[in-house]
């Protein structure tokens, strides 16, 4: 068996440190810090969790892109890609647990991105392995100017409206702090959480709470 795999590597000059992190089509996130020319250490991974578990990771993935960046690790080493590995992943497990390192998959993914690799974007890796993994992928274009200048021609409200800008600029909209119920939506997850439990919603249920959410709206208008 083989195993699709999301990632790359960024380097900091001035430290001489790297940073690879890699998201498989089973959901797990692993990721390895190391100085230049060292195998670094590989962190326990982020494991497969809720519905749509590869998509909460890839949104993770994007944000180690930009925390990573924002923090000097500016040279690409490994630019953004989907690559195929003959790696066997176990299933996920019915219930989370902590997960050992696996440094095989970091060294895999590294020895298998080609020599002269084109620089692809971030958001172009992520459609290509979306699509090899058989998952719903956005546009190539969707955070292309004139795609979201389409967007907003139309009746969006301006609420809604800076919502959309949020989430094409990769921000994430969350409920107010200290909330016990809330949510968090990102590009490619809306996630409710309870406490410290929470759980992402499949398109369908995204669909269905939009809809109850317009109707309560609509009945129970401002100043009601």
Known sequence: MATTVLGFRLGHDDLGRQFTAVVTQSGRLHSNHGVYG?????????????????HGRVAELRELWAKKQGTGYQRLLIAPVSVRLPLNEPPAPKQFVREAPAPEVIEEFVGAVPATQSSSGLEDAIHDFYTTVGLPARPRNFGDVNHFRAARETTLSPRTAACLRALTRKAAITSPARTTVGYRITADTVRLHVGHQGQDLDHKAVVQLQAALTAWLYLNPPGH
Request: glycine share 18%.
């Open 38 to 54: 060292a195998a670094g250490a590989t962190r326990a991974p982020h494991g497969p969790f809720g519905e749509n578990p590869v």
